[in-house]
């Protein structure tokens, strides 16, 4: 079986901080990781080829750097990857993304056929959850997201358990088809030494605009139909009352839950022992 | 002669100014605005557009401000934490904006389409609450518009709920209703949104940010090539061109942005559940259904749904929880969450933590509060040794009663706090723990 | 089972010394392995901060032109503190600015990752977070080295360990003497961000140079140590090193001796403003020449700090380290060619080095360490002298000079009797000169 992980190299978001004294965006020294949700998805394709055999892809765009996070994927074992790298991509919204990821899978497909695409639920750069289904719009096969288990694979249908909001489901689809992964699904493996020393040497694939068919009005700016049209600091809610509580925990504790009592915050009898139900 | 001048550590690479450049004189490069001097005829449009004020054109050796520079243009974009969202929902004005009564939008497309449409989520007959909240702000979108605000219903055998969509204020039901439907699918609902949005055109579709939302959603803008802005915890509408505002938090969670969707219909966004004020329910009120029929047969469906199992789902806990005990980095370590435990059992409260205190370990992801986690809205919440990092306030902020407890004075959360205790936890928590218990069991309330 | 790959030189750490090893190794010939334990080269490599131009020169010829160095040093100063005051002394060379330079104010996380894209430019393969944990063995011949992950055993025909301070693998291997409190320091540095043109106001700096401050004597709170101000584009590096053992005996926490250090009055004023970006701990070997190990045998050579290459005096390491991976990697490609990997073969190496300013300087300040050490008035005395001399000479009042002089000498004698004082000078002069 032929599988294919699409992940995206981010910055590591818990460190992206905005200068409180400029007010602007320091991006020096953020480093850079596999989505974390990523990870996850080309772990589960790793596991899904050692059992049923075959072979797993892994398939980025992004910047030249970017072949980091496919070594990276290549010491953990994946067989190949593909970086798509080039100008004309640069400022895609989702749309734009998911179309150009899709045209290079078509051409994956058309080439070695493709049994399986996996990605993360959605990238902690963005938070969007959108290329995903997009890509699998794009190549009209079915997905499935929100996934925490695989149940079996096997030729032409796959079954699997997907995360909502109030318990799990059972789900199958016929194969090709495109699963977008939780954290909880599998634990990533470490990466074995022969598998390092490959990766340090293994030259991604790099394909530019030219290397597949790609339609300049779908991609870049041109085809992103989104555009940020202003950023700001959050506003908040004004702080309330605040309470120094340094020097005298004990009375400043006393004082605050009188003061909860007293506006009903906080009753007697609790109300919520289980919920608003 | 001026120059184009471009703040590489303001850059956010949008784009907007390439777009903008009637020129092509800028360009992306590694996710930065680039400059060919040569090309750039100086006009300023890029300057204007600038949503970070990158751009500068400067006048050689002496670095003045461009005459022709927008006065506005520095003041609307500065990142200032006094200025409040100018459009926000407070600012809805009772009329029209002058250019969208026209359905002006800067190309063709967007003059066929009106209308605000909200996806009804509903399973097995139970709506999501997000539904509901969707229909109150799409309610202030379309007034402001003065456009109609339609429910979308899609299942198998949802009659009963076609009442409430108008009760929470839809003007108009469009309803699918089949036996495909009963399950949420993907293919089916986007063949089924997708022919709704071709045949009725509405300019602004919401979904609830739930899994069924967000799975569909991306499907459906995919197939209609149209731009989606997803997690908004904002939304208004631009005074002068009529367009959607939709705001959401970016770049981890550290900033906001405002997203707009120019030319492209209809304008796709998804919601983040509790975000948006319930609407008051008015029974009674009744209007047009549009009743149409899918157009896909089950042996055209790819995927099947075999079991479904419903889960302790610790995350219905935590979101519907009244008061909520939450810990965050503060706390230093595991052997330290038995104490807040304790205050949490005193409550009768729902026990939650930080990213950091779920990444380190602590809770598990089920109990995670915030921009990668739940979003919560309970009467009390406690956040305890958490600093309040945007992304975690917008899981939490629209809580009734923020009490916040840290040793850092200056913490971020304590701007958001009701109550604010500057001090150490350690001594904090096991002195209201104590005070909270001599009180209940006294029935000292006052 | 895929077939082993089998190397000629395997380099353990990736830091200047190993770096520099491998790079030598490659330029003869020979295929070369790094194995580094941190996430990338220099992640655990974080003191120093003054990397010298002309040892480096001769790893990377006009390695200037293109490294991430911070600012090139002009000014090498020294300042003795005794209670809030401070006696100065430096030495400045505007041609220092200027190419071939004398030394340059490095970021090492920065400066050792452009040296490991070098070092892979050139032919060495570096494998990084991976720990090695022993050196293999066929009979006594050494094969390899295995590694901490799934079929992790590499082989290769010379082990070079340039492990750093710790040398767990030279000490399992035999080459490397327990190193007692007396011989590490600790230290601890802090990067302070200030705006560039504040710190070249302060140091009274032109736009981009770069100075050094060695802080003596009452800096360290009278133990055998220095503290430094090192002077990045728009960064301070603050750091102090006290020998372990004077700290046990002090019972002194590094990070309070820091913070103490900050707060003088001396060097508050150089950091006013500034934001801490970054704090960091290390060990540094002290023990100078006569802590040196044995530093080789059959198949195996110990380099950098490992092997306690560090000039405690003239705060020099990394060009230390750079220089004994040099040699070592010419060492290990010599035999290699010969195929004559025995311990005499390797030794070679080690009386290389005796030929160059490595040893050299080390043997020269062999007695050091242990001067110090029985000496602590060095450290305590010396400097309350000094400044005391230089407050009554300095201070303008109605006193002739001459009996100005007299007072001082009279000062200078209560502290430490005539006697002593010759002695003292005498050690020092048999120790430094």
């Known amino acids: 079986m032929h599988f294919v992980v699409c992940l995206k190299q981010v910055p590591d978001t818990s460190e992206v901080r905005i200068d409180p004294k400029t ?168 990466a074995t030494f022969p598998n390092m020393l490959r990766a340090a040497k293994y030259e991604p694939l790099v394909w530019g605009a030219d ?46 839950v009188g003061k909860l009592f007293q506006q009903n915050i906080i009753m007697v009898h609790p109300i919520a022992r289980g919920g608003r139900d | 002669m001026a120059m184009l001048d471009i703040d590489k550590t303001r850059c956010i690479g949008c784009g907007a100014c390439v777009v903008e450049c009637p020129t092509d004189a800028l360009d992306l490069v590694d996710g930065i605005a680039v400059v060919n001097q040569e090309k750039c005829i100086r006009c300023g449009k890029c300057v ?54 026209a359905g002006k939008g800067e190309s063709g497309e967007a003059a066929e389409y009106r209308g605000v449409c909200v996806l009804i989520e509903q399973h097995q007959g139970e709506v999501a609450p997000v539904s509901w909240e969707l229909l109150g702000e799409g309610r202030k979108l379309a007034d402001t518009l003065r456009v109609p605000l339609a429910g979308v219903l899609l299942g198998s055998e949802v009659e009963e709920i076609i009442p409430e969509v108008f009760a929470y204020g839809a003007e108009e039901v469009y309803v699918i209703d089949d036996p495909i439907l009963e399950s949420y699918r993907t293919e089916p609902y986007a063949r089924a949104i997708v022919d709704l949005v071709q045949k009725y055109k509405p300019e602004i579709f919401l979904y609830g940010a739930t899994t069924l939302g967000r799975d569909l959603s991306g499907a459906v803008a995919t197939e209609l090539k149209t731009g989606l802005t997803a997690d ?34 209809p304008q796709m966004a998804t919601v983040r559940p509790r975000v948006m004020a319930m609407p008051e329910k008015a029974e009674g009120r009744s209007g047009p259904v549009q009743r149409e029929t899918l157009n896909m047969a089950e042996e055209d469906v790819r995927t099947k749904v075999v079991d479904f199992i419903r889960g302790k789902g610790r995350s219905v806990f935590l979101d519907k929880a009244e008061i909520i005990v939450s810990v965050g980095k503060g706390l230093g370590s595991a052997k330290n969450l038995p104490m807040v435990e304790e205050l949490a059992n005193v409550l009768g409260a729902t026990l939650a933590g930080s990213r950091q205190a779920v990444e380190a370990g602590w809770l598990s992801h089920e109990h995670q509060v915030g921009q990668t986690g739940v979003t919560v809205r309970p009467k009390v919440y406690f956040a305890i040794g958490i600093s309040g990092a945007i992304q975690h306030l917008v899981g939490m902020e629209t809580s009734d009663c923020i009490i916040a407890i840290n040793n850092d004075p200056e913490a971020p959360i304590f701007k958001v706090a009701n109550y604010g205790l500057a001090g150490d936890l350690f001594q904090l928590v096991p002195a209201l723990t104590k005070e909270f218990s001599k009180r209940m069991s006294l029935g000292l309330g006052r | ?68 160095l911070e600012r090139p040093v002009v000014e090498q100063r020294y300042a003795f503190l005794e209670g809030d005051n401070a006696f100065t002394a430096g030495y400045r060379a505007p041609a220092w600015a200027d190419p071939p330079y004398n030394a340059h104010t490095v970021l090492r996380a920065k400066f050792d990752r452009w040296l490991a894209k070098k070092a892979e430019a050139e032919g060495v393969l570096i494998i990084t977070e991976t720990v090695v944990e022993d050196l293999l063995y066929k009979g006594d011949a050494v094969v390899g080295v295995r590694t901490g992950r799934a079929e992790g055993d590499v082989r290769g025909k010379v082990v070079i360990l340039a492990e750093g301070v710790n040398a767990l693998i030279a000490k399992k291997a035999g080459l490397h003497t327990q190193l007692g409190p007396e011989h590490v320091a600790v230290a601890v540095k802090e990067i302070i961000s200030l705006p560039r043109e504040k710190i070249e106001d302060r140091f009274c700096l032109e736009e ?226």
């Open chain 1, 23 to 190: 007010n602007t965006l320091m991006r020096e020294g953020v480093p850079s990781i596999i989505n974390p949700y990523d990870a996850h998805a080309l772990e589960e394709a790793l596991a899904l080829r050692d059992k049923a055999g075959g072979k797993v892809t892994v398939l980025s765009m992004g910047p030249p750097q970017a072949v980091d996070s496919l070594r990276k994927a290549v010491s953990l074992g994946a067989d190949e990857a593909i970086l798509l790298s080039d100008r004309a991509f640069a400022g895609s919204d989702t749309l734009a993304t998911s179309y150009i990821l899709a045209q290079a899978l078509e051409k994956i497909r058309q080439e070695q056929g493709i049994d399986l695409v996996l990605c993360g639920k959605q990238a902690i750069d963005g938070d969007t959850a959108q290329v995903g289904p997009g890509i699998a719009r794009r190549l009209d096969i079915p997905q499935l997201t929100y996934v925490i288990k695989v149940d079996w694979i096997k030729e032409g249908e796959i079954q699997v358990h997907r995360k909502l909001e109030d318990g799990r489901e059972v789900a199958r689809a016929k194969l090709p088809a495109l699963l977008t992964v939780e954290k909880e699904l599998n634990e990533i493996r470490y």
């Open chain 1, 211 to 256: 290397k597949f068919h790609l339609s300049p009005a779908e991609m870049g700016l041109k085809g992103s139909p989104t555009s940020v049209s202003r950023i700001f600091a959050p506003p908040g809610r004004t702080g309330g009352e605040q309470i120094m509580a340094i020097d005298d925990p004990g009375s400043a504790a006393i004082s605050l």
């Open chain 2, 48 to 101: 204007r557009v600038c949503p970070a004020n990158a751009l500068n054109l400067e006048r050689e050796g002496e670095g003045a401000q461009p005459e022709k520079r927008d006065p506005e243009a520095g003041k609307r974009h500065e990142f200032s934490k006094e200025q409040p969202l100018p459009e926000q929902v407070a600012g809805y004005a009772a009329k029209r904006p002058k250019d969208a009564a």
């Open chain 2, 232 to 265: 908004c915890t904002v939304l208004g509408i631009d005074q002068e061109t009529g367009l959607l505002q939709q705001t959401r938090p970016a770049f981890g969670g550290n900033i906001m942005a405002t997203i707009l969707c120019r030319k492209h219909r």
């Open chain 3, 1 to 68: 089972m895929r077939a082993v790959e089998e190397f000629d030189v395997i380099v353990v750490g990736a830091g200047p010394a190993g770096l520099a090893a491998a790079m030598t190794a490659v330029r003869n010939g020979m295929k070369t392995i790094v194995i580094e334990r941190g996430e990338f080269p220099g992640a655990k490599n974080v003191m120093g901060g003054v990397l010298y131009t002309q040892p480096t020169s001769r790893l990377i010829p006009e390695f200037y032109q293109e490294a991430p």
């Open chain 3, 208 to 433: 981009g140079q770069g100075a050094t401050l060695e802080l003596l004597g009452g800096a360290t709170a009278g133990m055998i140590g220095t503290a430094f101000i090192y002077t990045n584009q728009d960064s301070l590096s603050v750091g102090i090193g006290c020998l372990l053992s004077e700290m046990v005996k002090r019972q002194a926490n590094p990070n309070d001796l820091l913070e103490r250090l900050k707060a003088h009055p001396f060097v508050r004023k150089l950091i006013q403003g500034g934001e801490t970006k970054e704090y960091m701990g290390h060990l540094i070997p002290e023990g100078g020449y006569k802590a040196i190990p044995k530093m080789y045998r059959q198949g195996v050579m110990v380099v950098g700090d490992a092997g306690m290459l560090v000039n405690g005096i003239h705060r020099e390491g990394s060009n230390l380290a750079m220089v004994s991976g040099m040699a070592a990697g010419e060492v290990a490609a010599g035999a290699i060619n010969s195929h004559d990997l025995s311990e005499q073969s390797m030794k070679l190496y080690q009386d290389r080095l005796k030929e160059t300013f490595v040893l050299k300087d080390l043997y020269k300040y062999r007695n050091s360490a242990h001067l110090f050490e029985e000496n602590p008035q060095f450290f305590t005395t010396y400097p309350e002298i000094l400044s005391g001399a230089a407050r009554e000479f300095f201070t303008v009042d109605s006193m002739p000079k001459a009996d100005k002089q007299k007072k001082i000498w009279k000062m200078v004698t209560g502290k430490r009797a005539k006697g002593d004082l010759i002695r003292d000078m005498w050690k020092l002069w048999r120790t430094m000169g």
